[in-house]
């Protein structure tokens, strides 16, 4: 050994029992920060894939320009692509129509199609003249077309215009929902068509993409001052960029706020984590340095070793937090492709979150440094005359005796052993705090997860069969041929009757009867505000929704016609339900009723609309055998698409909002674990001593879990009286600014983080209580 570092390598070996503690401790604090940042980064990720599937790669679309504008605009050096779009039909009433369909008529620039991914062609190419045209994919399975084929397309002025398909793209969520047929032009051929069926010279929206890392919001800055467009002529693509992290809209900047919040939280916890584990390493070994210090070793040098010491213990403990972190990250992700394959299907299943691995590194590291300072500087202190007679700091000097007065002696020693030092007890509680802190803080994300993305409802249908008119058209045998399909879930009707007069309180009002079978009465269940849903199951009365102005109370009767009285009978409302699917106009009551009841008031058996829920089975074939079986005198709304476009967003959010809390918490257990085991350890030889002039080890194992409460406890009273007003302010950013509600105590997650920390200290006391009782006196005294 040449030089006084080298002591380094052979003190870990010595020493692996205590630096395997810290090392855990480093490994946690780098896993919490590389799987939080990480996780932040793909669900960036995740949601950029979804905006794009749903909304498309655009960033900015400019309204009401001319031709010279737009070449203006795409020439800039800093835009990447540009295309013209606009669409005719697109609420489906203006008559344009394929073989009876309602169609929607898209025309654009080829250059659009590299800004929805969701209109890549699947088959064919792009019309190269006016008489060419993309199908959606619903036109060549249902109408049975393929390339080079003709068809006439009906316009409002009653004529036809005959269109060769050229190629098939995929559908989107709104036409099949519609069962409306989409038809995409050149952006020639729909200016023609355009100025034969209107005078508008309008020429639709002007999509444009920026170049990688230029200031987006500088560049539309300098475009509407060149060309002196106002701001309702440019339209962003919000989502995105605020994705992209290039959005000024005012909510963003409360969302990145948060962020920015959130972010900082995180450092500092995996701070307090490192610190706290560094300092009680250097109290357990302050002989050792003592030692050091005997043998000729400056105070510069201890500094210096204790540095050393510290960052060679990164060599292997932030490789594994980060490789640990990057586990779960992949974990994760491979999750969320497996529940939502259609949105996040490209997502990499091995992907690398540089995000992540900077942060878990630098955190690791300059953390690592910094919280090395203060216990190094202690650690050269320490006297060569301590070291030599036993008492390297192992004591400390007591200013006052425990108290007495409330407990028993080994509880207040506890106690007392909690806060004999201060600096320890301050790193002890904080950890403890920020655990509660960081868990309310993030909890905040769920409330807005809940406001922004509407997951879907049990009784979200895939499919739903409609009567165009409204009426009870459709046979129960339908549903019936439906029901025994393999592929197929659930099946269930309501059958509608609008505008019914009846007589409410010995008043006229008008309700909206909608009868119910077995699946919707359980689903109503989780909705029933009062009363009991059976008597309107077995069709003995009648179901309401609540709203402020409804004249229909529990109790309350209902005199209406009966087509199978053939005179007017009572129904009574046996429950309110808080919620309903249905829409209600002003004036008209929503009264639900059994199937049974519904067919005796009205005498209609049929339904109005059938909805099926599907298994991971269906796949296309059996939906187009189900439209054929249904005939063409019902509407066929496929939801398919939409649902998965909305499973997706919440699937994303909820996995890694959850993700963060989940994480939070066991870091927490194990993070407090560990700190106990280590402040166990550091006053080892103190315990000794105590058995040796009498203490048990019952009275022993007391005093831990007296030591473990009272960190506990001030911690928990510290994260409250801080992590309350945080989430208060993050609620307020979050949620408050945009949807108004007003804040409220999360009572629950309140709870589970407190039972968690409370837990924790508990489970904290078994491991050191166990190593007390196996070893005797002398060995607990001699323990290093």
């Not at 809209?249 to 990145?256: A, I, S, V």
């Not at 979050?734 to 920390?757: E, F, H, K, N, Q």
């Amino acid at each position: 050994m040449r030089h006084y570092l080298d002591l380094i390598p052979i003190s870990a070996k010595v020493h692996r029992k205590q630096s395997r503690m810290t090392r855990i401790c480093i490994i946690l604090a780098v896993f919490l920060v590389t799987v939080i940042f990480g996780m932040a980064d793909m669900e960036m990720r995740a949601q950029k894939l979804q905006s794009q599937k749903s909304d498309g790669g655009w960033h900015a679309g400019f309204k009401e320009i001319t031709g010279e504008q737009a070449g203006i605009i795409a020439s800039r050096p800093e835009i990447k692509a540009s295309a013209w779009y606009d669409v005719l039909n697109y609420r489906l009433d203006e008559g344009y129509q394929l073989q009876g369909n309602d169609a929607v008529i898209c025309g654009f620039d080829e250059e659009l199609l590299s800004m929805f991914t969701g209109m890549e062609l699947e088959e064919g190419e792009f019309p190269k003249d006016t008489h060419s045209a993309v199908f959606t994919k619903s036109v060549k399975e249902q109408l049975g077309l393929k390339t080079g084929d003709t068809i006439w397309l009906t316009v409002p002025r009653g004529e036809s215009i005959e269109l060769t398909v050229c190629g098939f793209t995929g559908d989107t969520s709104m036409l099949t929902e519609k069962d409306a047929f989409g038809i995409f032009l050149n952006t020639e051929a729909f200016r023609t068509l355009l100025s034969a069926e209107s005078s508008e010279t309008y020429e639709g929206i002007f999509y444009v993409t920026f170049t990688p890392y230029c200031s987006i919001q500088k560049a539309l800055s300098d475009i509407q001052a060149q060309l002196q467009l106002s701001d309702q002529q440019v339209t962003q693509n919000t989502k995105l960029l605020a994705l992209m992290l290039q959005s000024k809209d005012p909510y963003m900047m409360q969302l990145y706020l948060t962020a920015g919040v959130l972010a900082v939280l995180v450092a500092i916890a995996g701070t307090l984590m490192i610190a706290g584990s560094l300092n009680s390493n250097v109290v357990q070994r302050t002989e050792f340095f003592g030692m050091m210090r005997c043998l000729g070793a400056t105070q510069k040098q201890v500094i210096r070793f204790v540095r050393r010491e510290a960052l060679s213990w990164c060599k292997t403990a932030i490789p594994l937090g980060i490789a640990a972190g990057t586990a779960v990250i992949w974990l994760l992700c491979a999750l969320l492709e497996f529940l939502s394959p259609s949105i996040f299907g490209e997502m990499p299943d091995f992907g690398i979150s540089w995000l992540g691995l900077i942060s878990g590194v630098l955190i690791g590291l300059i953390t690592v440094l910094l919280a090395a300072g203060s216990p190094a500087k202690k650690a050269s202190r320490v006297s060569p005359v301590a070291a030599v007679s036993g008492n390297a700091g192992t004591i400390q000097a007591a200013r006052k005796a425990a108290s007495t007065t409330f407990f028993q002696v080994d509880t207040a020693l506890g106690i007392h052993h909690a806060k004999g030092s201060r600096k320890n007890f301050i790193l002890m509680i904080g950890s403890f705090a920020f655990s509660i802190i960081l868990f309310l803080s993030f909890r905040s994300a769920v409330d807005f997860m809940n406001h922004a993305i509407t997951p879907l409802k049990p009784y979200s249908p895939d499919l739903s069969v409609l009567s165009p008119d409204n009426t009870c058209a459709i046979a129960p045998d339908l549903a019936e041929s439906y029901a025994v399909l393999p592929f197929v879930e659930k099946v269930y009707g309501r059958s509608f009757a609008y505008n019914i007069p009846v007589k409410i309180h010995g008043q006229t009002k008008r309700v909206n009867l909608i009868s119910y079978e077995t699946y919707q009465f359980q689903w109503a269940e989780d909705m029933l505000l009062e009363g009991t849903i059976d008597d309107t199951e077995n069709g003995s009365s009648v179901l309401t929704v609540f709203h402020k102005e409804n004249p229909l109370n529990l109790g309350s009767t209902i005199t209406m016609d009966s087509y199978s009285e053939g005179q007017p009978v009572n129904v009574k409302v046996s429950g309110i339900l808080s919620d309903s699917p249905f829409s209600r106009e002003p004036g008209v009551e929503t009264v639900i009723c059994s199937q049974k009841l519904f067919q005796q008031l009205t005498g209609e058996s049929n339904y109005t609309i059938i909805d099926v829920q599907f298994n991971s089975k269906v796949t296309d074939n059996d939906v187009a055998h189900m439209r054929a079986d249904a005939g063409d005198s019902v509407i066929f709304s496929d939801q398919r698409i939409k649902n998965s476009e909305t499973m997706g967003a919440y699937y994303s959010f909820s996995l890694f909002i959850y993700g963060f809390l989940a994480v939070i918490a066991l870091i927490s257990v194990f993070y407090i674990i560990n700190s106990i085991a280590m402040s166990v350890s550091a006053r080892l030889r103190q315990y000794g001593a105590m058995r040796a002039i009498g203490m048990s080890d019952r009275q022993l194992i007391r005093m831990i879990s007296a030591e473990a409460a009272t960190y506990a406890l001030f911690g928990i009273f510290f994260g409250c009286l801080i992590g309350l007003p945080i989430n208060k302010l993050l609620f307020e950013r979050l949620v408050t600014y945009r949807w108004g509600d007003a804040w409220y105590v999360p009572v629950g997650s309140l709870l589970v983080i407190i039972l968690v920390i409370a837990g924790s200290a508990i489970l904290a006391v078994r491991g050191p209580a166990r190593k007390i009782r196996g070893m005797s006196v002398v060995d607990t005294i001699s323990a290093e």
